[in-house]
């Protein structure tokens, strides 16, 4: 069964500074792997995702997430926050299977605060 | 990417009573999900709601509870039965295609009073 990590809960940067959030996940299979930002009463938006192919992956607003299979990592980075990047980030993992197409397991969230 | 509408995107609503919430996909997908977000929590799943057959719910939920209808590739409902306050959440709903695209409305933020 997969899993995912997020560690830490709460993570606060200087607006200019490296973002860095941590995922890890469990998986029997190669992983389909997410990551989302959820802005304050807002729904879920899609940053990046990682399928197969190139393990360095770029989405929007900035981010990239490097998947590296030896350690079961997907953290998520950006090289300079901006104050408006403070939201909830969750990881998640797409549940393998033909039939399980968009299934995802989430993890705990982070939320990251970006001080001026 | 798809496109995710909701409907009602909030509502306040007594005890006992039942909510039923809309989610519309621009495009037609195979599979539908729902999830719940509990206050300061992550994601859980419901369901998984297939066309043309009874959804398949994750443990700690029942049908009677959540009944989710889907009549066609483009929309599916959501209800949650005889709501108490323990029901206030954030009810999102999703759809993928081969576990690549996962897109999400806007969400419905309940609170039972």
């Known amino acids: 069964a997969q899993s995912v990590t997020q560690l830490g809960s709460h993570v606060s940067v200087s607006e200019g500074a490296l973002v860095l959030l941590r995922c890890n996940y469990s998986s029997s299979v190669p992983p389909y792997l997410f990551w989302y930002v959820q802005y304050p009463n807002q729904g879920l938006q899609l940053l990046l995702k990682?399928?197969?192919?190139?393990?360095l992956v770029k989405g929007i607003n900035g981010f990239e997430a490097e998947f590296k299979k030896s350690e079961t990592s997907f953290h998520l980075t950006k090289p300079s926050a901006h104050m408006s990047d403070a939201a909830e980030y969750f990881c998640a993992v797409s549940v393998s299977g033909n039939n399980q197409g968009g299934k995802l397991i989430f993890g705990q969230g982070t939320e990251l605060s970006v001080k001026p | 990417s798809a496109v995710i509408s909701q409907k009602p995107s909030r509502d306040i609503c007594q005890r006992g009573t039942s909510l039923t919430i809309q989610c519309q996909v621009d495009s037609q997908v195979t599979m539908m999900f729902w999830y719940r977000q509990q206050p300061g929590q992550s994601l859980t799943l419901i369901a998984t709601?297939?066309?043309?057959?009874?959804?398949?719910?994750e443990s700690g939920f029942v049908i009677d509870k959540f009944p989710i209808s889907r009549p066609n590739l483009t929309f599916s409902t959501l209800t949650v039965s005889n709501m108490s306050p323990e029901d206030s959440s954030i009810y999102l709903c999703?759809?993928?295609?081969?576990?690549?695209?996962?897109?999400f409305g806007q969400g419905t933020r309940l609170t039972v009073v």
């Open positions: 709601a297939n066309q043309g057959s009874e959804a398949t719910y």
């Open positions: 999703s759809a993928g295609e081969g576990g690549i695209r996962a897109f």
């Open positions: 990682y399928t197969t192919g190139a393990t």
